[in-house]
């Protein structure tokens, strides 16, 4: 079936059309078996005989889906990348009737056809296509088919305008109901328009789509006349569902934030637009001549809060989401601790989209390679999200250049800036914590000449045993988003994730039993003698004075004394704050655990000051801060490393040194007097374990089990 679908004619309509309308009529015989293979680019809705198939939105997933000639980047890229695109297979059976039949696809922009973000340049890929081969069995046991390679007719739907950052602009005059009916009328429908077969590898896809996962009844907040504000009572991704009157005309507007200002009784855009002020999550819609339920059906909103325009009711709101089930529970005595494993799963499935761990749902939406590092592990405990990181490692190795080893800042590749090392040093931390977590050699073994490219950029790009840059032009940070602006040196946190790589690989190596590269245990002494000669006190045995969890870099990967260790301690006993970014404050709590200072660790977590996860909470925040003041986006989970000590450190979930896979378990749960108990679960490749810890009378209990 693969080849022939490959074989078939992709089609699409006239340019000026944003979502059309495709249909095709056929005569079918009673069949007993009946699939239809399919792929629409950007997105594609199947309907057959007037019902849709399947439960699936926004697919295919997204993926760098072939060459962009005129790709015009915020900065200056010449690397190679790799192109697939993901179709899907449905059966069919269900659907297809004897006789006369029709075939109708809805086709939105996605992300192929998205334009109008200048601040991205020219990323779009094209016109959006579409391809399908829909066969069946007869009774006596003759094949059949039709494809898009048949008399396919296309017209404009009333779905005007579709943007995945602006929303869109439905005209329901203009609507064709019965589009796929197979008696809908003829009048307006034209031939469909060949179009270019895509330059691309064409693979099935195997991670779960978006799927409205529940529904919310929301609360009206405030009204005036036929305007409405409604709260949701949790920011989610998604959207509200209205209905339309059937008055012919009649204008509704929803528009979306995260925040509402209760003075002025008006939503507050600056954390789902900050930079981008025209930018606004907004859909129109037009009445027509019957009612209708209307909603975007190619895009996404990332909102708690939204206010309607016009003579519409609201029936509910949908949560969208990718769909995977949350697999971990914990509850403890601190509420703190509580807020943050609920905030972390909130805000991780409402960034994930299309196959795509993201740093937001709303103004960037992108697959941020440093977001998506740093936040794997607690993923991975805490949501049974395996196809997810097998599909986003595909992402990052076809936007990694085949010679020079440069990985991107965001997968798939679609601008963004970040560094070298916490951002492209995705290409060795996901296969690491994935072969720790499943225990999956195969997925370890693929991956090692990429990540070995990857270890030889860095080499290339560094100085006097530093990694000083990256890409002529493009950015090279170090941290990120910590509570005032960094004073950690970028080339000590590049080349702390130059360290860690080799360090990892070759224990990776190690695992397979494969012999690394010759050079790396030499680049290993080498560029750890460099970052000591360059950055380590001999006065106090601390590194880069132990701002934003210098010292905690360090000793993660076996550099400094125990005076670096006493340093590290006294300095947080001493702010009492976290002054650290998205990678310092998952590290500086690791690291705190391990070295026997786990009330230390527990204090920052849960302390109240304005860096800290309590002032959030204390704010009504249901999920993650881009930032500790919170100014900018409200729904970023990259913070949300720190989920994964819940497990590793208070419930003391571990794997010795060389396991992985959890064929080895120790539950080592750490002391903290001021946490009576704590209970919670994972579901590991051996089945689920439970552990409880509580503290009576001074005297700690644990106890665990296998379910």
């Not at 005007?160 to 439905?170: C, I, M, P, S, W």
């Not at 560029?527 to 106090?540: C, E, K, N, R, V």
Request: glycine share 10%; proline share 6%.
């Amino acid at each position: 079936m693969e080849t022939n679908f490959k074989d078939c004619r992709w089609v699409q309509a006239s340019k000026e059309t944003e979502s059309p309308l495709f249909r095709l009529v056929f005569e079918a015989q009673k069949a007993v078996d009946a699939t239809l293979t399919i792929c629409g680019l950007g997105f594609f809705e199947p309907y057959l005989n007037g019902t849709r198939i399947g439960e699936e939105w926004f697919v295919p997933a997204w993926s760098d889906y072939e060459p962009r000639p005129q790709m015009r980047p915020t900065y200056p890229t010449n690397d190679t990348f790799g192109h697939r695109i993901y179709y899907l297979t449905y059966n069919v059976l269900p659907y297809l009737k004897e006789g006369k039949n029709a075939l109708g696809v809805r086709l939105g922009a996605g992300w192929y056809h998205q334009k109008d973000r200048m601040a991205e340049g020219d990323l779009n890929y094209g016109q959006c296509k579409l391809c399908f081969l829909l066969e069946w069995t007869d009774q006596q046991g003759q094949r059949h088919s039709v494809s898009s390679s048949d008399a396919v007719v296309w017209r404009p739907s009333e779905i005007l305008k579709t943007n995945l950052f602006y929303g869109e602009v439905h005209d329901y005059r203009m609507q064709v109901a019965d589009f796929s009916l197979p008696n809908a009328s003829p009048t307006g429908w034209l031939p469909a328009i060949a179009a270019e077969t895509p330059k691309a590898r064409l693979m099935p896809q195997n991670c779960p789509a978006d799927r409205i996962v529940r529904t919310i009844v929301p609360a009206l907040i405030w009204e005036d006349g036929c305007r409405r504000i409604y709260d949701c009572g949790e920011n989610i991704t998604g959207f509200p569902r209205l209905r339309l009157p059937a008055k012919p005309g009649a204008e509704v507007v929803a528009t979306h934030s995260e925040v509402w200002d209760p003075v002025k009784n008006r939503l507050d855009y600056a954390s789902t637009n900050q930079g981008f002020p025209d930018q606004i999550q907004a859909d129109r819609y037009c009445a027509g001549e019957i009612s209708v339920v209307a909603h975007p059906h190619f895009t996404w909103h990332g909102f708690r809060y939204f206010e309607v325009t016009g003579p519409a009711e609201v029936e509910d709101v949908a949560v969208v989401h990718c769909f995977f089930p949350i697999s971990s529970t914990f509850r403890c005595s601190n509420e703190v601790l509580n807020w943050l494993y609920d905030a972390y799963i909130r805000t991780q499935l409402g960034n994930l989209h299309c196959g795509v761990p993201s740093d937001c749902p709303h103004r960037e939406r992108l697959g941020y390679t440093g977001d998506g590092q740093v936040t794997a592990e607690a993923a991975l405990y805490t949501l049974n999200c395996q196809a997810l990181y097998e599909k986003w490692m595909e992402d990052i190795v076809d936007g990694q250049d085949p010679r020079s080893g440069h990985v991107q800042h965001t997968a798939p590749f679609y601008g963004g800036g970040g560094g070298p090392g916490g951002w492209g040093g995705a290409i060795f931390r996901i296969p690491y914590v994935f072969y720790r977590y499943y225990g999956d050699t195969a997925f370890l073994k693929r991956y090692l000449p990429n990540i070995y490219r990857w270890l030889d950029y860095l080499e290339s790009h560094s100085e006097n045993g530093l990694v000083v840059r990256e890409e002529e032009g493009g950015w090279c940070l170090g941290d990120w988003c910590t509570p005032e602006p960094p004073e950690i040196p970028e080339p000590f946190v590049n080349t702390y994730y130059y360290i860690k790589g080799l360090q990892t690989t070759l224990w990776m190596a190690g695992q397979l039993e494969l012999e690394p590269p010759d050079d790396l245990k030499g680049r290993l002494q080498r560029t750890m003698q460099a970052m000591q000669d360059a950055f380590l006190d001999p006065a106090t045995d601390s590194f880069c004075g132990g701002v934003n969890g210098a010292d905690a870099f360090a000793i993660d990967i076996g550099l400094g004394t125990e005076k670096t260790k006493a340093a590290l301690i006294e300095r947080y006993n001493t702010i009492k704050r976290f002054d650290t970014g998205i990678f310092g404050t998952d590290l500086l709590i690791d690291v705190l655990f391990r070295i026997g200072e786990a009330e230390l660790a527990f204090r920052l977590l849960t302390q109240e000051s304005d860096a800290s996860f309590a002032r959030m909470m204390n704010a009504g925040a249901t999920t993650l801060w881009e930032t500790w003041a919170g100014d900018n986006s409200h729904n970023h989970p990259m913070f949300g490393g720190v989920t994964r000590a819940l497990f590793r450190h208070v419930l003391g979930i571990r794997q010795p040194a060389g396991s992985c896979g959890f064929s080895e378990v120790r539950i080592e749960p750490v002391d903290i007097l001021k946490l009576d108990w704590a209970e919670g679960s994972i579901m590991t490749p051996r089945g689920q374990l439970w552990v409880r810890v509580e503290r009576k009378n001074g005297i700690k209990k644990v106890r665990h089990e296998w379910r």
